[in-house]
């Protein structure tokens, strides 16, 4: 019998590592979008990977993503409600985040274009730009921002179109190329 609880341990922990690896960096960018630091996000992650811990294996897995990013959601609309004000991104953090391996002027244009977006989306509602960073930055479907926002996936597809229309008004034509579904 002992050995038939290790097997489920064992189960647990390797997918609880798999989440870790697959959803730990999206979860720390999109609980800094509530939060605007990236110290205070990661400790709103690491909640919410103790709480999958506390789970139950078998009712979250077909639903993981959604339900990480709700629960991720969840505790950053806590940290905020419980601390009433929200601090600014320093410069300093955004310097010490990932840049990956492109040149210094390749990762200043990058920086850059990316500013113009996040001033661009900072003009649009919460719920639009909520959901306009679940669909393109962390890759939900409508379906699964449905689950964490507690819309109805029609107002989540409203949202969207209306937050992208306006969205292209406040852009550059060469980032609004990007915003575009491209046909073929």
């Not at 979250?60 to 806590?78: E, H, I, P, S, Y």
């Not at 002027?105 to 977006?117: K, L």
């Not at 980032?175 to 073929?184: D, E, K, W």
Request: proline share 3%.
């Amino acid at each position: 019998m002992a050995k038939g609880n290790d097997d489920m341990v064992t189960i647990q922990e390797d997918f609880i590592k798999q989440a870790l690896v697959d959803y730990e960096s999206p979860l720390i960018g999109y609980a800094t979008t509530f939060l605007h630091d990236v110290d205070r996000a990661r400790d709103v992650v690491q909640d919410t990977f103790i709480r999958l811990y506390q789970q139950d294996v078998d009712k979250v897995r077909d639903g993981l993503k959604a339900w990480l990013f709700t629960v991720c959601r969840n505790r950053a609309l806590d940290v905020i409600r419980k601390e009433r004000r929200i601090v600014g991104l320093e410069e300093e953090q955004m310097a010490r985040m990932p840049s990956g391996r492109r040149s210094p002027s390749e990762r200043a244009d990058i920086q850059e274009r990316v500013s113009q977006v996040h001033e661009a989306l900072a003009r649009l509602s919460e719920n639009q730009r909520e959901v306009i960073l679940l669909k393109f930055e962390q890759g939900l479907s409508y379906e699964e921002i449905s689950e964490v926002t507690d819309l109805s996936a029609g107002n989540v597809g409203f949202l969207l179109h209306t937050g992208l229309k306006r969205l292209r008004t406040f852009l550059p034509d060469d980032l609004v190329q990007n915003l575009t579904p491209q046909t073929a």
